[in-house]
T-cell receptor, first 113, second 113 residues
């Protein structure tokens, strides 16, 4: 899991601003995922992508957008339409497009001021 | 939608004793069941996983059992040590082609010295 990175580690945003979280992997994995984690809760899937230029909504996609222009990159934009964006965001990747071991990045903690 | 229920939400055991965490899932097509350990502020890390064609899997002090008929799977940690203290998440594969994981709510395990 050392091959998947996220930046920045901490991010502060004012209400009404869009912000983009970076996720990069050098593992040559096909599938990439974005999760949101709130205190004391499990991981909820925002978006996932199995192939370049294609992605699917997860359970809580509203207020978020993604792109997958390169195999190694899967950035997440938190838009002003997301009502409660303060959370810990985790990116993950897996070698297979079917369920398999997912490797997680270190996470980005987003705080809306 | 498909979900995973995890119990208990908190668990406190004496060092050296065993700990058991249980999960139930709703999608009868689920075929992959990983367990992740997450230390405070860190990324989740896979500790063990099991596929639906296997009933039990063991790795040193950690074991996972799967009952497909009852849609239950459990994590067993024996001879617990202080470094086992963390939050543990179970997950199950869901969706067409088992492309996604759905996570339980997590169990905060505390090992008392």
């Amino acid at each position: 899991d050392g091959g998947i990175t996220q930046s920045p580690k901490y991010l502060f945003r004012k209400e009404g601003q869009n912000v983009t979280l970076s996720c990069e992997q050098n593992l040559n994995h096909d599938a990439m995922y974005w999760y949101r984690q709130d205190p004391g809760q499990g991981l909820r899937l925002i978006y996932y992508s199995q192939i370049v230029n294609d992605f699917q909504k997860g359970d809580i996609a509203e207020g978020y957008s993604v792109s997958r222009e390169k195999k190694e990159s899967f950035p997440l934009t938190v838009t002003s339409a997301q009502k409660n964006p303060t959370a810990f965001y985790l990116c993950a990747s897996s070698i297979l497009v079917t369920a398999d071991e997912q490797f997680f990045g270190p996470g980005t903690r987003l705080t809306v001021l | 939608g498909e979900n995973v229920e995890q119990h208990p939400s908190t668990l406190s055991v004496q060092e050296g004793d065993s700990a058991v965490i249980k999960c139930t899932y709703s999608d009868s097509a689920s075929n992959y069941f990983p367990w992740y350990k997450q230390e405070l502020g860190k990324r989740p890390q896979l500790i063990i996983d099991i596929r639906s064609n296997v009933g039990e899997k063991k790795d040193q002090r950690i074991a996972v059992t799967l009952n497909k008929t009852a849609k239950h799977f459990s994590l067993h940690i024996t001879e617990t040590q202080p470094e086992d203290s963390a939050v543990y998440f179970c997950a199950a594969s869901i969706g067409q082609g088992a492309q996604k994981l759905v996570f339980g709510q997590g169990t905060r395990l505390t090992i008392n010295p």
